[in-house]
């Protein structure tokens, strides 16, 4: 079954408690993508990953890092997580060619910072 | 620009209504948009897309309309049943892949 699989579903961490969430496709995607859902805000994009070892900010970056060694994964890693990261977050794949194509979005993690 | 503005931000709908929810660009250079369902405690999903060249696209029960002169486009949902109550997000696109969301509506169909 092709899917977009997040790790863990629910989180609820200390303030500057560095945690990874991780997210893995099996679709052979190459266009990856880290969102964050706020209510109001809808979804904004953290980080974006174009290809193995290509990342870059989307809209929403301070606080976050990522990476792409492996096509298929692509975590998402708080270094020292505050309280203003506590959201739904949401990872997505989509086939990398020059015209968009539907976005498949991972189950979600919400994340709590106390 | 590229925000994206959708309205309302929640809908309710008696059974058999038709739903409709707007959305405002300002950035021409968008090409792509995208509806994206969200059911509670999932991921959005594709719902419908469409592409400038055209100015309604229809699959099944949900249509959209797209204004290029206006820069704006908007989800007709006919026939709503309680199974379509849910978050609808539109987007737009631009370049390989890039997407920008709008604030999303939270729509109830009452029974």
């Known amino acids: 079954e092709a899917q977009v699989t997040q790790n863990p579903r629910y989180l609820i961490t200390v303030t500057g408690k560095k945690l990874t969430v991780t997210c893995s496709q099996n679709m052979n995607h190459e266009y990856m993508s880290w969102y964050r859902q706020d209510p109001g805000l809808g979804l904004r994009q953290i980080y974006y990953?174009?290809?193995?070892?290509?990342?870059d900010k989307g809209d929403v970056p301070e606080g976050y890092k990522v990476s792409r060694k492996e096509k298929r994964n692509f975590p998402l890693i708080l270094e020292s997580p505050s309280p203003n990261q506590t959201s739904l977050y949401f990872c997505?794949?989509?086939?990398?060619?020059?015209?968009?194509?539907?976005?498949?979005f991972g189950q979600g993690t919400r994340l709590t910072v106390v | 620009q590229q925000q994206v503005k959708q309205s309302p931000q929640s809908l309710i709908v008696q059974k058999g209504g038709i739903p409709i929810i707007n959305c405002a660009y300002e950035?021409?250079?968008?090409?792509?948009f995208p509806w994206y369902q969200q059911f509670p405690g999932k991921g959005p999903a594709l719902l419908i897309a469409?592409?400038?060249?055209?100015s309604e696209k229809k699959e099944g029960r949900f249509t959209i309309s797209f204004n290029k002169s206006a820069k704006q486009f908007s989800l007709h949902i006919m026939d709503s049943q309680p199974g379509d109550s849910a978050t609808y997000f539109c987007a737009a696109g631009w370049e390989a892949q890039k997407l920008v969301f709008g604030q999303g509506t939270r729509l109830t169909i009452n029974p």
């Open positions: 950035n021409t250079a968008f090409d792509y």
């Open positions: 997505a794949s989509s086939l990398g060619t020059d015209m968009n194509t539907e976005a498949f």
């Open positions: 469409i592409r400038p060249d055209v």
């Open positions: 990953s174009m290809n193995v070892e290509v990342t």
